[in-house]
């Protein structure tokens, strides 16, 4: 069975710093691209960020190049999102996705709440 | 970017009527390779989002045969043959076609 399980969520003030962590189990993770999509409160869905199996190919929404960065540790199943210079229209729910041949997600984590205030 | 538009955004349906929910590409979203890659997702509350349809018309495993999506270039639509009270949530659109992913606003479905 296909499970991811995000972790590391929590609040922080402006500017501030957060990592998340995705823990993938269930499948050969470094078969596929990973990407990472957040729920801003009572809003719609966003996708954030994406990185290629080896980690080699990384891509951004404009919103975010520069303050985020996506990664990867194939060895331990594990992706990560670090955000710097958090804004408070970054508060979202963070879900931790697996990219489909074609662009779509598969299976998504439950999600793990980033709540950017002073 | 593509903007991907749905529509309605809300609907109120019967159990056991059909419902019917448009989603419009500002680009198409047929790739190089023939296929067209639009997917549709659904959010039921308090959960995360499920993958319901893929490349326009496909659904995923577990998925009833009462889902169903058509459309090409850049109209599609997802239609519920038989509402039941386990459809209820947001439906999402989204293009995998072009970064950034884009999705619709969402189409939320309830029951009378």
């Known amino acids: 069975e296909v499970q991811l399980v995000e972790s590391g969520g929590g609040l922080v003030q402006p500017g501030g710093s957060l990592r998340l962590s995705c823990a993938a189990s269930?499948?050969?993770?470094?078969?596929?691209?990973m990407s990472w999509v957040r729920q801003a409160p009572g809003k719609g869905l966003e996708w954030v960020a994406n990185i290629k199996q080896g980690g080699n190919q990384k891509y951004y929404v404009d919103s975010v190049k520069g303050r985020f960065t996506i990664s990867r540790d194939n060895a331990k199943n594990s992706l990560y999102l670090q955000m710097n210079s958090l804004r408070a229209e970054d508060t979202a729910v963070y879900y931790c996705?697996?990219?489909?041949?074609?662009?779509?997600?598969?299976?998504w984590g439950q999600g793990t709440l980033v709540t950017v205030s002073s | 970017d593509i903007v991907m538009t749905q529509t309605p955004l809300s609907l109120s349906v019967t159990p056991g009527q059909p419902a019917s929910i448009s989603c419009k590409s500002s680009?198409?979203?047929?790739?190089?390779?023939?296929?067209?890659?639009l997917y549709w997702y659904l959010q039921k509350p308090g959960q995360s989002p499920q993958l319901l349809i893929y490349?326009?018309?496909s659904r995923f495993s577990g998925v009833p045969d009462r889902f169903s999506g058509s459309g090409s270039g850049t109209d599609f639509t997802l239609k519920i043959s038989r509402v039941e009270a386990e459809d209820v949530g947001v439906y999402y659109c989204m293009q995998g076609i072009h970064l950034p992913k884009t999705f619709g606003q969402g189409t939320k479905v309830e029951i009378k």
């Open positions: 996705a697996r990219d489909k041949a074609g662009g779509g997600f598969d299976y």
């Open positions: 490349e326009v018309s």
């Open positions: 269930g499948f050969t993770f470094r078969n596929y691209w």
């Open positions: 680009q198409s979203l047929l790739h190089s390779d023939g296929k067209t890659y």
